[in-house]
């Protein structure tokens, strides 16, 4: 069984004031070792806490919390096919950066994200209807970018058992091909000296290594950039 895990809201709580109130509702949690924000539940049901409805926390697991921590602080993030955006709230609560644009082309999602951003309080994650292949953004204009990419989802069996019986070799291969036109054009909007990052919660090289290899190969203007993990994460 997986355990939920909770990004704490630094601008309403901080994490061991969490932990207390939550324990005052009967729900058991403990730091989680990826991020400085995190909580895992251990026991209990977190949504129905009051500290939720009030914004002092929102649920993410925890590797979407540490995504963020791999990027160079900054001033503007990117967010590409971003809804529900919990990068985006991950990124700003990290202090990673100071604002971020989170893309995504579905309405549904995007009203989800906003229904965050005002639970939270936090004005800073901006939402922008768009196409990733289309993004209504300046090309090379952007210090920050990140394409977490729509994927099979292999690296979530543990939270979609399902998955092994949906995903075949065929939809990899599908998916790789999207994935590298989605990170070619999230690599034209990045300005000279920014940094891209692609992730993606897939196991498969078919979207991953062989997707970063394609797009270096077609675009003479990127190179590959050592990611320098933080404290948190150089266990992993």
């Known amino acids: 069984p997986s355990g939920v895990d909770l990004l704490v809201n630094p601008r309403r709580s901080d994490r061991d004031a969490l932990s207390r109130a939550l324990a005052a509702e009967g729900i058991d949690t403990e730091p989680d070792s990826m ?13 129905a806490a009051p500290a939720f409805a009030a914004g002092h926390f929102s ?6 919390q540490a995504l963020p921590l791999l990027l160079p602080p900054g001033e503007t993030l990117v967010d590409l096919a ?3 955006g919990g990068k985006s709230f991950a990124a700003v609560s990290l202090r990673r950066v100071r604002r971020a644009i989170a893309l995504d082309r579905s309405p549904s999602r995007l009203e989800l994200l906003l229904e965050t951003r005002r639970r939270l309080g936090i004005l800073e994650v901006l939402p922008a209807a768009g196409d990733v292949l289309a993004p209504p953004l300046y090309p090379r204009g952007s210090e920050r ?5 729509p994927c099979s989802g292999t690296g979530t069996l543990r939270k979609n058992p399902e998955i092994r019986y949906r995903v075949t070799p065929e939809a990899v291969e599908r998916l790789g091909l999207a994935q590298e036109r989605g990170l070619a054009s999230a690599a034209s909007l990045l300005a000279p000296g920014g940094f891209l990052l692609y992730s993606t919660c897939s196991l498969e090289e078919e979207e991953n290594e062989r997707v970063v290899a ?10 590959p950039a050592p990611m320098e993990a933080p404290p948190e994460l150089s266990a992993f």
Not at 35 to 47: D, F, I, Q
Not at 214 to 223: F, M, T
């Open 35 to 47: 991020t400085p924000l995190g909580l895992t539940v251990r026991s209990g049901n977190a949504l």
């Open 59 to 64: 649920i993410q697991d925890a590797a979407g």
């Open 82 to 84: 971003a809804a529900p």
């Open 145 to 149: 970018v990140l394409f977490d990419a």
């Open 214 to 223: 394609r797009v270096l190969a077609s675009d003479s203007g990127l190179e």
